[in-house]
């Protein structure tokens, strides 16, 4: 199996619709949901809630991945002193695709991180050290 169908399985597990059927939300567990009162019982539905919490992260990611990439964009600081490119202004929370240098590969790449704010100014995370004024990124939809 390559990276392309491990990517195409991945998207054929429907797991948008296993979440909707079991009432899963990212906010509430399942702790609507019918169970017995004894201790395996109870311990399962945990477990599963827990895998579900997971799925619904993996689902997220997926999504974001079956966007097609409509731009490619260099950052910079606008007057709001937020970081913006022609399609997008972007605020804590946000996801973000740059292109950086990856050490260990030797190489560039495409990275995936979301933006936040540190009370001085707005960052990568787990790239705190990278400018973001000038960054290379892209922007799906």
């Not at 054929?12 to 399942?30: A, M, P, T, V, Y």
């Not at 007057?79 to 946000?94: I, L, Q």
Request: glycine share 4%; proline share 1%; charged share 30%.
């Amino acid at each position: 199996m390559n990276i392309q169908q491990l990517h195409d399985r991945l998207n054929d597990l429907k797991i948008e619709k296993l979440l909707s059927q079991s009432g899963f939300d990212i906010h509430n567990d399942l702790y609507d949901m019918e169970c017995e009162s004894d201790p395996d019982s109870l311990m399962l539905r945990e477990e599963l809630t827990d895998v579900l919490y997971h799925l619904d992260i993996a689902s997220s990611i997926l999504k974001h991945l079956k966007k097609k990439v409509v731009g490619e964009y260099t950052l910079h600081k606008n007057n709001n002193d937020r970081y913006s490119c022609a399609a997008w202004e972007f605020t804590c929370g946000n996801r973000i695709e740059f292109y950086d240098y990856d050490d260990d590969l030797e190489k560039y790449r495409w990275y995936v991180s979301r933006i936040e704010h540190n009370g001085n100014d707005y960052y990568i995370v787990g790239f705190r050290n990278l400018s973001l004024d000038g960054l290379r990124i892209r922007i799906r939809k």
